[in-house]
């Protein structure tokens, strides 16, 4: 979408293999709120999720609100004890953050310190959909298709955007890329309407507009996306103790989904080059558990990527002519 935007006369096309609902990101809960990507600089992601932030907070204030999924919520991340960044770097972006007040505070009896702030939720599938929706408005193709190898696209398209997350161990072979298997729970507890997140970052609820998320887990390198019956009653527990109305919860649908983890975002050009044809590629992948949280500020660094390939290519074509 970003591509449209920036380059208006590109033809893009989409292909993956799976399509919403059955994709990393429909799993997601979809809470903006960073996770840190220790390879890179804090202004940059700053920026990511500023962008992102100011897109979709734009977005929760229009009549597409509802369709897109795209809502404000508010709510508290507890400590049982100080963080060590009392102030983390995107406390002047979201909403309203501040030190709980011991009035809140005595809701978690566990807990002696907290962060109270507004901050925004996708609810996934209905943004994927309007996503596509968007897309398919300006005359994008869409297509099912596996990639196997970067090298097939050369004959049909000028450049490669690869945005295939996990995928992209396989397809590019980046060792660099790994599984962090998260579980989690969406239920149906309407009277939750403020978000909970423990800050050592494993148990959440996260409310949305129809369901509840709870959370979850972090598995570093299991590639396994089968649900774990004893994983649901941990996540289950660990959120009533946190939520006791929990208790009332109802129609437990359980997720599984497999963060694409790296020290750092791989948004880059590169150029492949096989028996002297290139092949310029845009890498746009390995968001980890923060994809929603900066997805438009990493895109929109990704189109401009796209911007420098095509005045490269104009530039040697033109220098072919001579
Ligand atoms: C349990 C859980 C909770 C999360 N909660 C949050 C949250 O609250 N906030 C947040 O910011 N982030 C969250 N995340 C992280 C977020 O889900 C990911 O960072 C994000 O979904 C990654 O998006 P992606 O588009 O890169 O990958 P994906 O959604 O996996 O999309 C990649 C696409 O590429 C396609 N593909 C892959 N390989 C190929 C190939 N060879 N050929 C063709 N197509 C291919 C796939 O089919 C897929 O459609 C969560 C993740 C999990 C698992
Ligand atoms: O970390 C969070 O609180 C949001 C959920 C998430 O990003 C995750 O589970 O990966």
């Given at each position: 979408?970003?591509?449209?935007?920036?380059?208006?006369?590109?033809?893009?096309?989409?292909?993956?293999?799976?399509?919403?609902?059955?994709?990393?990101?429909?799993?997601?809960?979809?809470?903006?709120?960073?996770h840190?990507?220790?390879?890179?600089?804090?202004?940059?992601?700053?920026?990511?999720?500023?962008?992102?932030?100011?897109?979709?907070?734009a977005?929760?204030?229009?009549?597409?609100?509802?369709?897109?999924?795209i809502?404000l919520?508010?709510?508290?991340?507890?400590?049982?004890?100080?963080?060590?960044?009392?102030?983390?770097?995107?406390?002047?972006?979201?909403?309203?953050f501040?030190?709980?007040?011991?009035?809140?505070?005595?809701?978690?009896?566990?807990h002696?310190?907290?962060?109270?702030?507004?901050?925004?939720?996708?609810?996934?599938?209905?943004?994927?959909?309007?996503?596509?929706?968007?897309?398919?408005?300006?005359?994008?193709?869409?297509?099912?298709?596996?990639?196997?190898?970067?090298?097939?696209?050369?004959?049909?398209?000028d450049?490669?955007?690869?945005?295939?997350?996990l995928?992209?161990?396989?397809?590019?072979?980046?060792?660099?890329?790994?599984?962090?298997?998260?579980?989690?729970?969406?239920?149906?507890?309407?009277?939750?309407?403020?978000?909970?997140?423990?800050?050592?970052?494993?148990?959440?609820?996260?409310?949305?507009?129809?369901?509840?998320?709870?959370?979850?887990?972090?598995?570093?390198?299991?590639?396994?996306?089968?649900?774990?019956?004893?994983?649901?009653r941990?996540?289950?527990?660990?959120?009533?103790?946190?939520?006791?109305?929990?208790?009332?919860?109802q129609?437990?649908?359980?997720?599984?989904?497999?963060?694409?983890?790296?020290?750092?975002?791989?948004?880059?050009?590169?150029?492949?080059?096989?028996?002297?044809?290139?092949?310029?590629?845009?890498?746009?992948?390995g968001?980890?558990?923060?994809?929603?949280?900066?997805?438009?500020?990493?895109?929109?660094?990704?189109?401009?990527?796209?911007?420098?390939?095509?005045?490269?290519?104009?530039?040697?074509?033109?220098?072919?002519?001579?």
């Amino acid at each position: 979408l970003c591509i449209t935007e920036t380059c208006p006369s590109c033809s893009v096309t989409v292909l993956s293999d799976q399509f919403s609902p059955n994709t990393t990101s429909d799993v997601a809960a979809g809470m903006l709120i960073p996770h840190i990507y220790p390879d890179t600089p804090i202004h940059r992601q700053k920026q990511w999720f500023q962008e992102t932030f100011t897109y979709l907070f734009a977005i929760s204030n229009s009549a597409e609100a509802s369709e897109a999924g795209i809502h404000l919520v508010s709510g508290w991340q507890i400590f049982k004890s100080p963080p060590k960044e009392e102030l983390p770097f995107w406390s002047d972006i979201v909403l309203g953050f501040r030190p709980m007040s011991e009035a809140e505070l005595q809701k978690f009896p566990q807990h002696r310190f907290g962060q109270a702030f507004t901050t925004l939720k996708c609810d996934c599938p209905p943004y994927l959909l309007w996503l596509e929706k968007r897309l398919k408005a300006t005359g994008t193709q869409m297509y099912t298709r596996k990639v196997a190898d970067l090298w097939e696209l050369h004959r049909e398209y000028d450049i490669v955007v690869n945005c295939t997350g996990l995928g992209a161990h396989q397809l590019v072979g980046d060792k660099q890329l790994f599984p962090v298997r998260g579980q989690v729970l969406k239920v149906h507890a309407p009277w939750v309407t403020q978000f909970i997140r423990d800050g050592d970052g494993l148990t959440y609820i996260y409310p949305g507009i129809h369901r509840v998320t709870l959370g979850g887990t972090r598995e570093k390198g299991s590639w396994s996306l089968s649900p774990d019956a004893g994983t649901t009653r941990d996540i289950f527990d660990r959120c009533c103790s946190l939520e006791p109305s929990l208790q009332g919860a109802q129609d437990i649908e359980v997720k599984v989904g497999l963060r694409p983890s790296r020290q750092s975002v791989r948004v880059q050009r590169e150029v492949l080059s096989q028996g002297g044809i290139k092949l310029p590629v845009v890498h746009n992948y390995g968001h980890g558990a923060g994809g929603f949280s900066v997805h438009r500020g990493t895109a929109k660094e990704a189109a401009v990527l796209v911007e420098e390939c095509i005045s490269a290519l104009q530039a040697s074509s033109s220098r072919a002519k001579l």
